[in-house]
């Protein structure tokens, strides 16, 4: 893969204090600790402070997130950060009600072929498209997830992780089985993931690389698509 003639794009929202959050109100704190005019000295800075859940934003949940002993932040293994990603296209039919189901995945195998080994799976469902207005992105934590069956289908094909446009691939009125599924098989998954309509559904690759946090069970990402070079 030629890096030099590779198309970047930005799969991550902007972090502020208005973004939607699970838990809903004001997740992100950002204060300056000292600011340029504060200082006489002949080179001035600007100290920051910033307080957020680590699981808000674009991000990672790693295996330990639900599981006790399994991989934090700081010891996923970044040896190949690099990954083979596909985006598979519910937008046109889903809703606050929709599942992904299994037969939307062989669907999309039919047409582009089967999924790689160590690939990231990546969901569009359209719901990023409410992402500046809290209450319709959050609405009462029912939007489009991902259906057991589907993350067991995922699951058998070894894949990495994956990925969706949604608070999370989990409704508050599920079990979290595709938590469970997922991360109880050392994968991971990444919530809130930007500018899918950006991506074509093959030939992309992701850039994943977690804050290295001792113990931390979650992570902001700067998602990275890299797409259009050659092998």
Not at 25 to 42: F, R, V
Not at 153 to 174: C, H, M, Q, R
Request: glycine share 6%; net charge negative.
């Amino acid at each position: 893969m030629k890096l030099n003639q590779m198309k970047v794009i930005d799969l991550s929202h902007t972090i502020h204090s208005d973004i939607p959050s699970w838990e809903g109100g004001c997740a992100c704190i950002l204060k300056n600790l000292s600011d340029y005019d504060d200082s006489n000295a002949k080179v001035k800075f600007r100290i920051q402070d910033i307080s957020l859940p680590l699981g808000l934003g674009t991000h990672m949940d790693t295996p330990a997130h639900c599981f006790k002993d399994k991989k934090t932040a700081s010891e996923i293994d970044i040896t190949n950060p690099i990954y083979e990603c596909v985006v598979i296209d519910v937008s046109e039919k889903s809703n606050a009600n929709y599942l992904i189901s299994k037969s939307d995945i062989k669907e999309f195998e039919k047409q582009f072929g089967f999924i790689n080994e160590n690939s990231i799976v990546l969901f569009r469902t359209g719901w990023a498209k409410y992402w500046h207005n809290q209450h319709k992105y959050r609405n009462n934590l029912q939007f489009p997830s991902i259906s057991e069956e589907s993350a067991l289908y995922l699951n058998e094909k070894n894949i990495a992780g994956i990925g969706i446009d949604t608070l999370s691939p989990d409704t508050i009125n599920s079990e979290f089985e595709v938590h469970q599924i997922m991360l109880g098989n050392n994968r991971f998954i990444i919530e809130n993931v930007a500018n899918l309509e950006l991506l074509p559904s093959t030939g992309t690759y992701l850039m994943v690389l977690p804050l290295k946090i001792q113990n931390a069970t979650e992570s902001p990402l700067r998602l990275v698509a890299l797409m259009g070079g050659q092998a």
